[in-house]
C-alpha cells in the first residue's frame, strides 16, 4: 500500500461510515464499498488495513449481515467506534427550504425525520444510500430535490446545508466493529477492555441459560447477544456476544470457562479496549 494507511467501508463516499472512518482514524484514506462482503474481501486482500463495519444503531436496532458475515470473515475485531448520526438537509447551491419539494434518503434515515418532513410537506423518495442521495440531489440540479445525509456529504457534493440536526431523535448513534487481519497486540489484563465471541448450543430446554449462568454469577457484564440459525438447521443456534472485561483476567476467565463447559463450540473474534463513548453519562 506504499505507505498509505487505508481504512474500508460500506457505502458512497460521504456516509456515515465514511464519517466514522475520518474521526476513528485521522488522515487515513478512505476506501468506499458497495457492500459489507466487499469491504470485507478489501482487507483481505490488502486493498485496505482495516475495516470499519457498522453493527448496531441505537434506533433501528441490529445491522443485518455483520452477524452472518463476521463468523466467516476470517478477520479480527480489534476496536469499536460509536458515531452519533446527525442529519442535515443538503440542497443544490442558491436552493432554501422553500423550494425543496422531494427528500431523498436511505429508507432507516427517512424513517428518523418525520418531523422535517411533516414540517415542510415533502414527499419522501426512499434511495439505496444516504451519500448516493446527495449524488444524486447534485447530478439533477433541481431546487425541489434534497437530500437527507451528513454534513461530509455536503461537502464532498458541493451542497447547501439547508437546516443541520434534522433526525427526530437526538441518541441517533451507531456503533461500529473496527476489524483487521491480524489480532490487536494489547497490554495487559486490565479494566475498560471488550470480548467479542461466537459460541454454539443445542436447542434444548435450558441450553442457552445454562451457558450464560457464569456471565451472572462472575458478575461479567454483556452488552450485546445475537442469535441466528446455522446453515438452515433448526438444531443448534449460535450466538454473537459482547461483553465487558479481557479474557485472560478474572472474572471474564472463569466465566469464559463455564461457559465453554455447556457450550459446543467457543470462538473469540476479538479483545479490545472499550470506547470512551461508554464512559459517557
Known sequence: MNGERIIAFQGRPGAYSDLACRQAKPGWTTLPCQTFA????????????????????????????????????????????????EHC??????????????????????????????????????EFDTAGAAEMVRDWGRREDVAVASALAAELNGLEILRRNVEDATHNTTRFYIASRRPQ?????????????????????????????????????????????????????????????????PPLARALDELSFFSEQQEILGVYPASPFRRKP
Request: proline share 7%; hydrophobic share 45%; net charge negative.
Open 38 to 85: 466487499q469491504t470485507i474481501a478489501a482487507v483481505h486482500d490488502g486493498q485496505a488495513e482495516l475495516a470499519m463495519l457498522a453493527c448496531e444503531n441505537s434506533l433501528a436496532g441490529r445491522v443485518p449481515d455483520i452477524h452472518a458475515l463476521l463468523p466467516q470473515a476470517g478477520l479480527f475485531i480489534v476496536g469499536e467506534h460509536f458515531q452519533r448520526v
Open 89 to 126: 438537509l443538503l440542497g443544490i447551491p442558491g436552493s432554501t427550504l422553500a423550494d425543496a419539494r422531494r427528500v431523498h434518503t436511505h429508507p432507516v434515515a427517512m424513517a428518523q425525520v418525520r418531523g422535517i418532513i411533516t414540517e415542510l410537506g415533502l414527499d419522501p423518495v426512499v
Open 185 to 249: 497486540i494489547l497490554p495487559p489484563p486490565g479494566p475498560d477492555f471488550m470480548t467479542t465471541l461466537l459460541f454454539r448450543v443445542n436447542n434444548q430446554p435450558g441450553a442457552l441459560y445454562k451457558a450464560l449462568g457464569g456471565l451472572a454469577t462472575a458478575g461479567v457484564n454483556m452488552t450485546r447477544l445475537e442469535s441466528y440459525m446455522l446453515e438452515g438447521s433448526f438444531s443448534a443456534t449460535q450466538f454473537l456476544m459482547d461483553v465487558e472485561g479481557h479474557p485472560d483476567a
